[in-house]
């Protein structure tokens, strides 16, 4: 599966941006899906996960605030962040996994799926 991020960029606090995914390759990748992050000097960290039914998960850190969605026919997956804080400064990855699995189980495991795209980078400043 080949994953193309794009949508990043400087916002200040409380500011939105939408991140976009483009799919392509291996539809059994679809079943797990979705949005990882890594700060400098963190682990990266599951931020969003979308089942091939539109189920979602989301950490808690970002609930309430970033929200995933797909269009299958467009192979697109995005994320919507709103009211970011400076604490949401990371690298963004697209991700997916091929098991079939709950979508708070997809949102642990992603963020160690190989399966990932390049990124696009998110800063927010106070």
């Known amino acids: 599966v080949h994953l193309v991020e794009s949508g990043g960029g400087s916002v200040q606090a409380g500011g939105s941006l939408r991140l976009s995914c483009v799919v392509s390759g291996d539809t059994y990748m679809s079943y797990c899906m979705g949005w990882v992050r890594q700060a400098p000097g963190k682990e990266r960290e599951g931020v969003a996960a979308?089942?091939?039914?539109?189920?979602?998960s989301y950490a808690a850190s970002v609930k309430g605030r970033f929200t995933v969605s797909q269009d299958n026919a467009k192979n697109t997956l995005y994320l919507q962040l709103n009211n970011l804080k400076p604490e949401d400064t990371a690298m963004y990855h697209c991700?997916?996994?091929?098991?079939?699995?709950?979508?708070?189980?997809?949102?642990?495991?992603?963020?160690?799926?190989?399966?990932r795209g390049r990124g696009t980078r998110v800063t927010v400043s106070s």
């Open positions: 991700a997916a996994r091929p098991e079939r699995v709950t979508p708070a189980r997809c949102l642990d495991i992603l963020a160690f799926s190989d399966y």
């Open positions: 979308i089942s091939s039914d539109d189920k979602t």
